[in-house]
């Protein structure tokens, strides 16, 4: 599903030169539930910036379905980013002043899907992360493990191959990031891809395999053994 071949990426600005990412190979199958680890400032945001297509890169090659990710036009990458990808991210991201099921029935307004069955599409997949009583909620009105399930939501109505997830349990206490943990694997036994970026080895754990970056190199792999999950509290 993506493969990266010695990636590259450093940020200029008038007086530093930081190389952040220094030649990554990656490779991730459809299906996987992969999580990425490394200190603060490794790159971890970086590389899941250009693998959603929300950055690009400066050398080498990222394929996304066997499609190369290279110099596409704003249209092309926004085409490329709605038929594959959803995005999850550690703040929610959700429109403040919108409902939850007019949150999640929004990717669908843009792809001009009519209302009725915009709110009805929406309903289903509130009800799929145990949201349905609270469709008429304002993001203020819920709890954060709530409003991040109105983001996952949000993120599976358009129906994406790969979810890719920026430290989605960094604001949550630690019952609440397992309930959202329990919800990514349900999504992945559907036969969605899961990337998850992640401080915490305990929700590490919780995936299937584990990236290490270290100084903008991969600097571990590891499959993660059935069993040992929720070890830290
Ligand atoms: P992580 O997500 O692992 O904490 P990031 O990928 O966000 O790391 O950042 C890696 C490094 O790149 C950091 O030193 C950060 O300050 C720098 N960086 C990130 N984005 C930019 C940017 N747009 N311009 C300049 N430097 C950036
Ligand atoms: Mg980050």
């Not at 990266?4 to 190389?19: A, V």
């Not at 954060?144 to 358009?158: K, P």
């Not at 401080?199 to 571990?220: C, F, P, Q, W, Y």
């Amino acid at each position: 599903m993506i493969q990266l071949s010695q990636i590259r990426k450093s940020y200029h600005t008038e007086y530093t030169h930081l190389e952040v990412l220094k030649g990554i190979d990656l490779n991730i199958e459809a299906g996987e539930f992969v999580s990425i680890m490394g200190s603060s400032g490794s790159g971890k945001s970086t590389l899941l910036n250009i693998l959603g297509i929300l950055d690009d890169y400066d050398s080498g090659e990222y394929r996304l379905d066997n499609k190369l990710i290279q110099d596409l036009s704003q249209k092309q990458a926004a085409h490329y980013r709605n038929q594959f990808i959803g995005f999850v991210f550690q703040s929610f991201n959700l429109l403040p002043f919108k409902t939850a099921i007019e949150n999640v029935a929004l990717p669908l307004y843009y792809q001009k899907i009519e209302r009725k069955k915009r709110q009805e599409i929406a309903m289903e997949y509130l009800t799929r992360v145990g949201l349905r009583d609270w469709a008429d909620h304002l993001p203020n009105q819920m709890s954060g493990g709530q409003q991040q399930r109105v983001a996952i939501a949000r993120a599976l109505i358009t129906q994406p191959k790969v979810i890719l997830a920026d430290e989605p349990t960094g604001a949550l206490d630690t019952q609440t990031s397992y309930d959202v943990m329990k919800i990514f694997k349900e999504v992945n036994d559907q036969g969605i891809t899961l990337i998850v970026v992640t401080h915490e080895n305990d929700i590490a754990n919780m995936s299937k395999r584990v990236i290490r970056l270290t100084d903008g190199l991969i600097s571990g792999n590891e499959t993660v053994q059935v069993g040992k999950t929720q070890s830290a509290q």
